[in-house]
């Protein structure tokens, strides 16, 4: 559609009416097609795959006499001139990746929406929830999930203030908690500080023993839940990431056998 639309608007006085059938992958789809084509021609710029298919109706353009273009066809060409591989045909595929795309859009909403424990009533959709104190790179790991498609949701470890209660009974989603060494931490902390010019942060937000306390509370709660921990002191986002994928496949697989999915 959007070919037909870049050449109609190079010729002057030219008013297009534009018909649009998509996901044709079968002869009774075609009919419908042909029907209408037959009962309102013009020029039929089309992307069929399956060669049975689009021969079938070439054949059927030539018979009324309307002009056809596969604009497949020389891009095909030129790819499979220069990446000298050949053409695999796979009926659908741009849909499969359309797919993926709004897959990762759904999630990076999701994701965005459940940042820092908001929203902590709908925690059952995420696929995976991160737990841990301040500075633990909650929010930039669950951003990098979230672009391959996985729900996260993160909740904040804050001394006095209690977990949300759908936290502990969660079922579907893996919760994972993430801690790093006090003095990462308290680095990370005094540097938020002084780039935000904040005095609302109390000393014990960088006090290295009050945070080697929410740590080690952090440790507990893991433990009493029987939730996984690991520790980003010296991970990238990236390996971090990593090995909650490993550990979110685990998690499904256990689920699956237990005949939660």
Not at 69 to 87: G, H, K, S, T, W
Not at 195 to 206: E, H, I, K, M, P
Not at 221 to 240: A, H, K
Request: proline share 5%; net charge negative; with cysteine.
């Amino acid at each position: 559609m959007t070919v037909a639309r870049a050449a109609t608007v190079q010729y002057d006085d030219v008013q297009s009416i534009e018909h649009l059938y998509p996901l044709v992958r079968s002869h009774k789809q075609l009919d419908r097609v042909t029907a209408q084509i037959e009962s309102a021609p013009g020029i039929v710029l089309y992307t069929l795959v399956d060669p049975e298919i689009s021969g079938r109706l070439e054949r059927f353009c030539r018979e009324i006499g309307v002009p056809f273009v596969n604009i497949l066809d020389p891009v095909f060409a030129v790819f499979q001139a220069y990446l000298n591989v050949p053409l695999t045909r796979r009926i659908g595929g741009q849909h499969a990746l359309d797919a993926e795309y709004f897959k990762r859009i759904d999630a990076l909403n999701y994701t965005m929406m459940h940042d820092d424990g908001q929203i902590a009533g709908k925690l059952e959709e995420a696929d995976i929830v991160l737990v841990g104190i301040s500075r633990t790179s909650k929010t930039p790991t669950c951003i990098y999930l979230a672009n391959r498609g996985i729900k996260c949701a993160n909740v904040p470890i804050v001394p006095g203030i209690p977990l949300p209660d759908q936290l502990l009974g969660l079922r579907y989603p893996l919760v994972v908690g993430l801690i790093a060494s006090p003095e990462r931490i308290q680095q990370i902390r005094q540097n938020r500080v002084l780039s935000l010019n904040a005095d609302g942060y109390g000393d014990t937000y960088v006090d290295r023993r009050e945070i080697a306390r929410e740590i080690a509370a952090t440790r507990r709660l893991c433990v009493e839940q029987g939730w996984p921990l690991i520790d980003v002191t010296r991970r990238s986002i990236e390996e971090t990431a990593a090995e909650i994928m490993e550990l979110f496949r685990d998690h499904r697989q256990t689920a699956r056998e237990a005949g939660g999915f």
